[in-house]
C-alpha cells in the first residue's frame, strides 16, 4: 500500500512552496486533489494521486537543491509578485529545479538568504523549536543607550508576545547613527526592524550576515552558490551557531 503524508507536506517535497505557504494555498482553494477543490489540512495523499496547483500537476523533485544568495537591495524574497517587482529568482540563472526561497528578507534588507526545493529542509530550518540563529547587522538612527540595548537583548514586546533574548553589541559609532550586531532564533514579521523601533532607533540599513554556521563569505551582491552537503546538515542541526 502506497504511503500517505498530507497534502501541504506533499506540496512541500514536489518544490511548490514551504509547508507554511503551501498551507496557504490549500486555504485559498488553489489546489485539486484528483480534480476536486481541496481546502482541509488533513488530507493525505500519495504519488498514485493527482495533484494540482493552479491548474498545473505537480510531482516530486527527484533532485534536491541548496543555494545561498547574497540578496540585493530591490529584490522581494518570493516566488512572484502581484506588483511585477524582481524576485530574487530572477537571480539564479541555469536551475531547472522549481526553487523557492526559505523564509524572507525584506524589499530593502540585504544578504544572506537559502533557496531550496526541499520542504523538509525549509521547515526545520524557520521552525522556532530548532533555533537556527540568524545574524544581522543593523545600521540604527541615533545612539542607543545601554537601556535600550538591554531592551533589546532582554526582549521587546510584539503583537502582544515577548521576543526571545536576543544578542545585541555594538560594532561601529557613526556621527548620526549605529551599527549594530544582533543575533535571534525567531522569524517573526519584520522582528529586528520592529525592535529598533521600539526603543526609537529605526533602522536605516539592515543585512542578515549569517544563518547558523553558514555565512555570506566573499559573496557579492546579487551572487549565489549551492551550499555542500555539509553546510545542508548544519543548519538542519538543532541550536545551530
Given at each position: 500500500m502506497e504511503d500517505k503524508?498530507?497534502?501541504?507536506?506533499?506540496?512541500?517535497?514536489?518544490?511548490?512552496?514551504?509547508?507554511?505557504?503551501?498551507?496557504?494555498?490549500?486555504?485559498?482553494?488553489?489546489?485539486?486533489v484528483n480534480g476536486s477543490?481541496?481546502?482541509?489540512?488533513?488530507?493525505?495523499?500519495?504519488?498514485?494521486?493527482?495533484?494540482?496547483?493552479?491548474?498545473?500537476?505537480?510531482?516530486?523533485?527527484?533532485?534536491?537543491?541548496?543555494?545561498?544568495?547574497?540578496?540585493?537591495?530591490?529584490?522581494?524574497?518570493?516566488?512572484?509578485?502581484?506588483?511585477?517587482?524582481?524576485?530574487?529568482?530572477?537571480?539564479?540563472?541555469?536551475?531547472?529545479?522549481?526553487?523557492?526561497?526559505?523564509?524572507?528578507?525584506?524589499?530593502?534588507?540585504?544578504?544572506?538568504?537559502?533557496?531550496?526545493?526541499?520542504?523538509?529542509?525549509?521547515?526545520?530550518?524557520?521552525?522556532?523549536?530548532?533555533?537556527?540563529?540568524?545574524?544581522?547587522?543593523?545600521?540604527?538612527?541615533?545612539?542607543?543607550?545601554?537601556?535600550?540595548?538591554?531592551?533589546?537583548?532582554?526582549?521587546?514586546?510584539?503583537?502582544?508576545?515577548?521576543?526571545?533574548?536576543?544578542?545585541?553589541?555594538?560594532?561601529?559609532?557613526?556621527?548620526?547613527?549605529?551599527?549594530?550586531?544582533?543575533?535571534?532564533?525567531?522569524?517573526?514579521?519584520?522582528?529586528?526592524?520592529?525592535?529598533?523601533?521600539?526603543?526609537?532607533?529605526?533602522?536605516?540599513?539592515?543585512?542578515?550576515?549569517?544563518?547558523?554556521?553558514?555565512?555570506?563569505?566573499?559573496?557579492?551582491?546579487?551572487?549565489?552558490?549551492?551550499?555542500?552537503?555539509?553546510?545542508?546538515?548544519?543548519?538542519?542541526?538543532?541550536?545551530?551557531?
Amino acid at each position: 500500500m502506497e504511503d500517505k503524508i498530507r497534502l501541504q507536506k506533499y506540496m512541500a517535497q514536489c518544490g511548490v512552496a514551504s509547508r507554511r505557504h503551501a498551507e496557504e494555498l490549500i486555504k485559498a482553494g488553489r489546489v485539486k486533489v484528483n480534480g476536486s477543490i481541496i481546502t482541509e489540512m488533513g488530507t493525505l495523499v500519495s504519488e498514485q494521486d493527482r495533484v494540482e496547483v493552479d491548474g498545473k500537476l505537480i510531482k516530486k523533485e527527484k533532485k534536491l537543491i541548496y543555494i545561498m544568495l547574497n540578496k540585493p537591495s530591490g529584490y522581494v524574497s518570493t516566488v512572484s509578485d502581484p506588483e511585477g517587482r524582481k524576485t530574487v529568482l530572477d537571480l539564479i540563472d541555469g536551475v531547472n529545479e522549481r526553487i523557492y526561497p526559505v523564509g524572507r528578507l525584506d524589499y530593502d534588507t540585504t544578504g544572506l538568504i537559502i533557496l531550496t526545493n526541499d520542504g523538509d529542509f525549509a521547515f526545520e530550518s524557520t521552525h522556532p523549536g530548532h533555533e537556527t540563529k540568524k545574524t544581522y547587522m543593523a545600521e540604527v538612527l541615533g545612539m542607543p543607550s545601554n537601556r535600550a540595548l538591554q531592551s533589546l537583548r532582554s526582549g521587546i514586546m510584539l503583537d502582544g508576545k515577548l521576543t526571545a533574548p536576543a544578542r545585541v553589541e555594538v560594532v561601529d559609532i557613526k556621527p548620526k547613527s549605529t551599527v549594530l550586531k544582533i543575533i535571534i532564533h525567531e522569524g517573526r514579521n519584520r522582528q529586528v526592524k520592529r525592535m529598533c523601533e521600539a526603543v526609537n532607533h529605526p533602522v536605516l540599513r539592515l543585512k542578515r550576515t549569517a544563518v547558523g554556521r553558514l555565512t555570506l563569505g566573499d559573496l557579492k551582491p546579487g551572487e549565489w552558490r549551492y551550499l555542500s552537503l555539509r553546510e545542508v546538515k548544519q543548519i538542519r542541526g538543532k541550536k545551530n551557531g
